[in-house]
């Protein structure tokens, strides 16, 4: 038996790069999970597993105590349809992709897919004859989880399947889940590589807040921060965000009382597009963002000229 001697493992799971702030330090697994211990240890258990799995493959060398690999993955959304299916070539795909399991209580074993099926469209689109890719698996497999991924939350999922002979449209909402972001250091240089990067972030970083305390007399008003630099922060009830020092470029919608454009009921009738503001963020500093009303182009209400995002102060503040 093959022993793994000396690789020391360091990982760390944030709730994704534009997590709420708290107040406190960048969020780990362990304090997302301080009621949960049985959680923890579980993520511990099946990270040696994958280690061991590595480890007797031969895929971390003939020296793994020697290796030194940094991995990050950003914040995504996957969708686990739990399908395996035979891709291995076009040939075999030539009538559909051949389902060989369904993984317990994924989406394909909740819409009823079976081991034996033969999966020939989704959502309409037809996994027949789609020949194969550069290193010779079939197109199907690519196509299918294409198709899926795009889907939104709630979506309707439609598979096709012929089994036995007999055609059958399986039917059921699709669902995603978050996955947080990931921080893995593998080797005897991983502790100290992530101390490190503790280090940087805890004085690198600084907050974007929509809260409203612009002064009216300036004609500033509260705003709505849609996404960060492409991603929607969270939760909704949190009005400031922990972000990396530098520049940001977030999308805005204006939260301007009706009452206060003096057009009366005229006003209720705007065109409330989002505009996008850059924004550089001082290491800690907090800027604060708030929307304009411009009275000078108060009745451009359809083109969204009677308003503009502003970062309107910049505050210090310790960050973490």
Known sequence: MFRVIGLSVLASVSVGALAADSGGSPTTLAAVNAVSPATVQRVREEMHQMLMRLATSGALGSHPEQVN?????????????????????????????????ATPGSTAEQLGVHAGDVLVAVNGRSLRDLGAD???????????????????????????????GTHLALN???????????????????PAAAEQSAAAASVSCGRISMQDLAPRQQALYGALILTIDGITPGPHTVKKFRVTAGTHQLEVAERIPTSAMGLGEIAALRST????????????????????????????????????????????????
């Open 172 to 190: 059921g909402p699709i669902q995603g889940v978050t996955l947080p972001a990931v921080r893995l250091g593998l080797g005897a240089a991983a």
């Open 134 to 164: 550069d290193h010779g698996r079939a197109l199907a497999a690519a196509t299918l989880r294409s198709d899926i991924e795009t889907l939104p939350d709630g979506a309707s999922l439609q598979l096709d399947v012929v089994r036995g």
């Open 69 to 101: 690999l940094q991995i990050e993955e950003p914040e995504q959304r996957s969708i686990n349809l739990g399908l395996l299916v035979d891709a291995t070539s076009a040939v075999n795909a030539r009538d559909g992709l051949r389902v060989l399991g």
């Open 273 to 320: 597009k989002l505009k996008t503001l850059t924004v550089n963020v001082p290491a800690n500093t907090t800027v604060m963002i708030a929307a304009r009303f411009n009275h000078d182009r108060s009745t451009r209400l359809n083109d969204g000229g009677y308003w503009d995002p502003v970062a309107w102060k910049e505050i210090p503040e310790s960050c973490p």
